[in-house]
């Protein structure tokens, strides 16, 4: 079993700064792509940064500029670090990954979500 964690929303005010993190746990053998999705009530959900393994790395227009994403292929952990806030960043953010991992003697490949963390933006 193969599963993701998310650590690190909560309430900031306006300008603000919060760091989410987010470990995979399991019989991993390495991560591809990594991100951060997020979805705010009434929205569909967007993707926010992607990761790849050699540190490629695709904002969403509106968050480039504030927000960083970043890796540990070791501890097969990616973080967010969230800088000038805004309201409109309110949301439930979301980690995602392709994951490859190993099964009795086979290796298999899956996508992951995890739980999701819960940012609130506001004054």
């Known amino acids: 079993q193969v599963q993701l964690v998310e650590s690190g929303g909560g309430l900031v005010q306006p300008g603000g700064s919060l760091r989410l993190s987010c470990a995979a746990s399991?019989?991993?053998?390495?991560?591809?792509?990594m991100g951060w999705y997020r979805q705010a009530p009434g929205k569909q959900r967007e993707s926010v940064a992607v990761i790849t393994p050699g540190g490629s790395i695709n904002y969403v227009e509106s968050v480039k500029g504030r927000f960083t994403i970043s890796r540990d292929n070791a501890k097969n952990t990616v973080y967010l670090q969230m800088n000038s806030l805004k309201p409109e960043d309110t949301a439930v953010y979301y980690c995602n990954a392709d994951m490859i991992y190993s099964r009795g003697s086979s290796y298999r490949s899956r996508e992951v979500w995890g739980q999701g963390t819960l940012v609130t933006v506001s004054s």
């Open positions: 399991g019989t991993i053998v390495s991560s591809n792509n």
